[in-house]
């Protein structure tokens, strides 16, 4: 097989298993949040937003996947490495943020997500972990009162 078709047909197998791993993971997330409860339209209850997240983040790599089924795809020099860090920065976002707080986790993401961009510069990493750092804090400790450590070690 020439090495244009194998590009080709490993992208093909991403677009459709990638977003079928989405359309999952929001199915499930809709189908745990029913039982947090819905509440009523008057008093939402706790179960209303990710009911909703995982319905949108379901439908979203729905149309992702119809999507890739239209397009032809330039596959030279196409790379899994931000296929497989990406999702390595969030696994290792969600084990380091109980450990270490709110900010290390946030940080430690972003350098993470930041080497599958093989152009990225530090700087702008380092800039990009303090604005997401402070833009979480004010909105998730300060804002929605999430009880989560600001940082611990």
Known sequence: ????K????????WSVAVPLIFIGMGLYVALVALDFGLGKLARPGPGVYPLALGIMLALLA?????????EQPDVRGMSLRPALLVPAA???????????????ATVIFTFVAGLADR?????TVLITAAFLSLTG???????????VHIAEF
């Open 90 to 104: 969030l696994v290792v976002f969600g084990l380091c943020l109980e450990r270490f707080g709110l900010i290390p």
């Open 6 to 13: 194998k590009n080709t047909s490993e992208w093909y197998a």
């Open 137 to 147: 804090v004010l909105v998730f400790i300060y804002g929605l009162g999430v009880p």
């Open 119 to 123: 152009e990225a510069r530090s700087m």
């Open 62 to 70: 729905l149309a992702c996947l119809i999507a890739s089924r239209r």
């Open 1 to 4: 097989m020439d090495e244009a």
